[in-house]
């Protein structure tokens, strides 16, 4: 390992990044490969088990924290925690009435789909309000015409996109189903 990495560093900080929403994915992966060559553990065998283990418990740290700032929603997540909001995912689950109309909406319709096209047009349409949803996410963790972030508006949407990424697994689940193989 060439300069010294902090293994308490928050996962922005590790990849040398500015902690924010908006990530450009290549970079992101440019700076994870070169982590990664820094320490896997092939490259300390000559020094023996000891070594081996450190550049073991380093390559697990910069993996976890590739997949956090690769996925936008734990991206979103992650950057609520440090700056001190929890999303309490597991306590809070109010929603606006509208989400809740949506989520109906969708719930309805994935049942009554009876095609794998049916299915497949569902799925577009719920990626691309994901996507808009993101689009906000990145708003009000970021900020936007020199306006301070909104994190609790950014805790809510995290977990509207939690709700949003569950459905989408059930209509993965269902086109799997309608799929004769």
């Known amino acids: 390992m060439t300069a010294p990495l902090n293994l308490a560093a928050d996962d922005f900080a590790l990849f040398g990044l500015p902690r924010a929403y908006a990530m450009d994915a290549a970079e992101l992966d440019a700076r994870w490969r070169d982590l990664q060559a820094r320490v896997h553990p092939d490259k300390f065998a000559a020094q023996g088990a000891a070594a081996q283990r450190v550049a073991m418990q380093w390559s697990v740290r910069v993996n976890e924290a590739h997949r956090r700032l690769k996925d936008p929603i734990a991206r979103g997540a992650y950057l609520c925690e440090l700056q001190g909001v929890d999303i309490e995912a597991e306590s809070n689950t109010r929603m606006p009435a509208s989400f809740l109309m949506q989520q ?72 799997d189903a309608l799929d004769p193989l």
Do not use: H, K, Y
């Not at 009876?114 to 993101?134: F, P």
């Open 104 to 175: 109906m909406q969708w719930r309805e319709a994935l049942e009554e789909a009876g095609t794998a096209d049916e299915v497949s047009d569902l799925g577009t349409r719920v990626r691309a309000e994901s996507g808009v949803m993101q689009a906000q996410l990145a708003t009000f963790l970021d900020g936007q015409d020199g306006a301070a972030p909104d994190l609790n508006a950014a805790a809510q949407q995290v977990r509207a996109l939690m709700f949003v990424q569950r459905f989408l697994q059930d209509i993965a689940r269902r086109a």
